[in-house]
């Protein structure tokens, strides 16, 4: 039986992770081997989460997006950032 919490073959994009739930997410995830897509508004403490997770081993980037702004959610959808995961 496969390990239910690997998720090296994972991608998973977390919104509102700078701080609190969103961050202990994206580092969960990390550490079991998912690329973790952080997004947030705020930019310094979204780089943090971003170095926790790598300081880690973890692969994660981030992008600053205002997730009730219509227009920046179908821009970063829209952009290919996240197709691109296979290059970490």
């Given at each position: 039986?496969?390990?239910?919490?690997?998720?090296?073959?994972?991608?998973?994009?977390?919104t509102?992770?700078?701080?609190?739930?969103?961050?202990?997410?994206?580092?969960?995830?990390?550490?079991?081997?998912?690329?973790?897509?952080?997004?947030?508004?705020?930019?310094?403490?979204?780089?943090?989460?971003?170095?926790?997770?790598?300081?880690?081993?973890?692969?994660?980037?981030?992008?600053?997006?205002?997730?009730t702004?219509?227009?920046?959610?179908?821009?970063?959808?829209?952009?290919?950032?996240m197709?691109?995961?296979?290059?970490?």
């Amino acid at each position: 039986m496969s390990d239910l919490f690997d998720f090296s073959t994972r991608g998973v994009l977390v919104t509102g992770a700078a701080h609190g739930i969103g961050r202990g997410i994206c580092e969960a995830f990390a550490t079991r081997g998912a690329t973790v897509w952080a997004c947030d508004i705020r930019e310094n403490e979204l780089a943090e989460t971003v170095r926790r997770c790598r300081s880690g081993g973890g692969r994660a980037e981030g992008r600053t997006v205002d997730v009730t702004d219509a227009g920046a959610v179908q821009a970063l959808a829209g952009n290919g950032w996240m197709l691109d995961w296979q290059r970490f």
